[in-house]
């Protein structure tokens, strides 16, 4: 195993004994115990489900939902084994590749470039500058309004990188305003819902993840002519999408999930105590007493994957196209600077200003928190790939990792000024998206592979599992391919 472990240049695991679980009694302390899956889940309701998702269920109607279904039912089952490899051995996943052939350090360059391709396009603090925008002037941006909504960007950007910059646990700060995130806008769209959409749409929404039409009575999975760059981003971005998706290992190292609890976490720069981050993972003995602790710890993985996350995701993707549907009409192509402030607007003629600007300051809200997830996310993969691969970095300023982090989150912070102006907010949405695709084809067999290679037997996924993480990386393949091919 040591072999196998160290083989690309990594240095080889640490015996150590696995924590034992917290067993949560109450609500209360099932929503104490969990936690990677609500930031996730709140990085997945402000790009599909807020944006992606209404864009196309706008143009092609409720029977494309099915796409949404199988993804986040998918990224679930993806997500249940990222949280494996991270429980058993304490690394975040990209640790995991960086152990396999042919070296450490080309992983860590090719992880790095894809994260780049991905989560470099701050498309989420840019989408927010128009619901801001329709906010302040009440009426949504128009192409001579590009400046304005480039600087508004900006300044919701750089808001990201101060809240970063507070609390004990980078994590634990996530985690609080994303519980307040999911309660606050699941339920007020939920409120909306039942307020403003008739029953016959309710019912074509909720037959619209098994792709089928009630008004037509018959199954549609594919529209014709459809925009396949589109269809890909919806698709990668029902649920989290690439790279989000990775960081939840990072985000459960963080928060102490089996061998995660030996391996420490970043702190924040104002609030937080310098600690020492373990570079590399542990392996524990595989006893009687250690595979009941191991199943205690899925107990949490469960709880915070399927009812938290995937019960949210399908939820979160439903709601907002339920009230899209509702009042923007059928066909309309509302890919604009103003995407997210395109209900609000449809709302407040209908509904009045009071509705309209409640939807907008949920837009700006969800974006806002959705960019900050995501730039916490990409900063904090870079950082552990760095971390993880250099001695040296390691002992620069006497190894205080918040020195990488928040290096890197400095220097990302100055590319973001620079993409805000480069395309319009929605192009780069979906262009993140699509890298985010490819991510997931490519990811899902090297997880397959790490956690079949890396872990012990007893610890390895079953069968099922191993056939849903190849079904995962055909299914975003396909999309991938169906995109690329369109260009052609």
């Known amino acids: 195993m040591a072999e196998t472990e160290a083989r690309s240049g990594l240095e080889p695991f640490t015996p150590a004994e696995l924590p034992a679980p917290p067993r949560p009694i109450g609500l209360r302390g099932w929503v104490?115990?969990?936690?990677?899956?609500?930031?996730?889940?709140?990085?997945?309701?402000?790009?599909?489900?807020?944006?992606?998702?209404?864009?196309?269920?706008?143009?092609?109607g409720f029977t494309l939902l099915w796409i949404a279904g199988v993804a986040i039912l998918l990224q679930t089952l993806f997500n249940t084994e990222l949280m494996r490899y991270t429980m058993a051995t304490g690394e975040p996943v990209l640790t995991g590749f960086m152990r396999t052939r042919p070296r450490a350090s080309f992983w860590a360059w090719f992880y790095v470039i894809l994260a780049f391709l991905q989560q470099g396009w701050p498309a989420w603090a840019a989408n927010a500058a128009g619901a801001i925008f329709f906010l302040a002037l009440r009426r949504l941006p128009q192409p001579f309004d590009t400046p304005i909504v480039y600087f508004t960007g900006v300044a919701t950007y750089m808001l990201c990188v101060i809240v970063l910059l507070f609390g004990r646990r980078i994590e634990r700060t996530l985690e609080i305003l994303n519980w307040i995130l999911v309660v606050l806008i699941l339920g007020g769209l939920v409120v909306l819902a039942v307020l403003f959409v008739p029953p016959h749409t309710w019912v074509a929404g909720i037959v619209g993840y098994a792709g089928y039409s009630p008004a037509g009575g018959e199954f549609r999975f594919a529209p014709s002519g459809a925009d396949w760059f589109l269809l890909g981003a919806f698709a990668a971005f029902s649920g989290a999408g690439g790279f989000a998706n990775?960081?939840?290992?990072?985000?459960?190292?963080?928060?102490?999930?089996?061998?995660?609890?030996a391996a420490g976490y970043i702190p924040s720069a104002i609030g937080g105590q310098r600690l020492n981050l373990a570079h590399n993972g542990f392996r524990f003995e595989v006893t009687d007493e250690a595979l009941s602790r191991w199943r205690g710890?899925?107990?949490?993985?469960?709880?915070?994957?399927?009812?938290?996350?995937?019960?949210?995701a399908l939820l979160g993707m439903l709601l907002p196209a339920l009230l899209y549907v509702s009042f923007v009409p059928f066909g309309s192509d509302i890919r604009g600077l103003g995407v997210a402030a395109e209900l609000a607007k449809a709302i407040a003629a209908v509904k009045g200003p009071v509705f309209g600007g409640a939807v907008a300051m949920m837009a700006a809200w969800v974006l806002f928190k959705t960019q900050l997830d995501l730039f916490d996310a990409q900063?904090?993969?870079?950082?552990?790939?760095i971390w993880t691969g250099s001695r040296r970095v390691r002992s620069w300023r006497g190894g205080d990792v918040r020195v990488v982090y928040y290096t890197v989150l400095g220097i990302s912070g100055l590319w973001g000024v620079i993409a805000l102006g480069l395309a319009q907010p929605i192009f780069l949405l979906q262009?993140?998206?699509?890298?985010?695709?490819?991510?997931?084809?490519?990811?899902?067999l090297h997880l397959l592979y790490i956690n079949t290679r890396l872990l012990p037997e007893p610890l390895r996924p079953p069968l099922w599992?191993?056939?849903?993480?190849?079904?995962?990386?055909?299914?975003?393949?396909?999309?991938?391919f169906m995109w690329l091919t369109s260009l052609f």
Not at 33 to 53: D, K, N, R, Y
Not at 246 to 257: E, F, I, T
Not at 468 to 480: I, K, M, P, Q
């Open 431 to 444: 262009l993140a998206a699509n890298m985010g695709g490819l991510v997931l084809a490519i990811s899902a």
């Open 246 to 261: 990775l960081c939840l290992s990072n985000w459960a190292r963080d928060k102490g999930y089996g061998m995660g609890k």
């Open 465 to 480: 599992r191993r056939i849903g993480l190849v079904a995962t990386s055909v299914f975003y393949g396909t999309f991938v």
């Open 379 to 385: 900063t904090r993969t870079i950082t552990d790939i």
């Open 297 to 312: 710890w899925w107990r949490l993985v469960r709880a915070d994957q399927y009812v938290v996350f995937m019960g949210g």
């Open 32 to 60: 104490a115990a969990t936690g990677p899956g609500v930031i996730l889940l709140g990085a997945s309701i402000g790009s599909g489900e807020f944006l992606l998702g209404p864009a196309v269920i706008v143009k092609y």
